[in-house]
């Protein structure tokens, strides 16, 4: 059950390209050069939607686990084009607000069942993106 049905889903940009870097060392484990030049390269396809280039690579070196990675996520992995819709690339906002969130719900003394959590959440939101009421 996703929270978001409407929503679209990305595979962080900073986890992606950390996979690519693993990938890269396995490849050319005594060649730093290698590793960074092959890494440049891959990242460059990732980012243009390019996933099966990096896919047909991988498999060539035999490295399929690392080739199913970015079979199963190619329609999460269109970087460009979600650049181009502005939405972010990376995970780090989302986490940060859910950190805000957590806070208020896990603060010393604090305790909810779990009927109350999520109305405190509808209010809190607002709250944290310095919206009011009228404005949502």
């Given amino acids: 059950m996703t929270c978001s049905p409407d929503g679209v889903q990305i ?8 996979y690519l870097a693993h990938s890269a060392e396995v490849l050319y484990p005594q060649a730093a050069q290698a590793v960074q030049a092959w890494q440049k390269s891959r990242r460059d396809d990732l980012f243009l939607g ?53 806070h208020r719900l896990c603060g010393a003394g604090m305790r909810w069942s779990r009927p109350p959590a999520p109305r405190q959440l509808v209010v809190r939101a607002p709250v944290q993106s310095h919206k009011n009421s009228e404005q949502m």
Avoid: C
Avoid at 60 to 82: C, P
């Fill in 11 to 18: 595979v962080d940009w900073y986890h992606a390209t950390e």
């Fill in 50 to 102: 390019n996933t099966p280039s990096i896919i047909e690579r991988l498999e060539r070196a035999g490295l399929n686990t690392q080739a199913e990675y970015f079979r199963q996520h190619t329609r999460r992995m269109q970087y460009q084009e979600f650049h181009e819709d502005d939405r972010p690339l990376g995970s780090g906002s989302v986490e940060s607000g859910l950190k805000r969130f957590k």
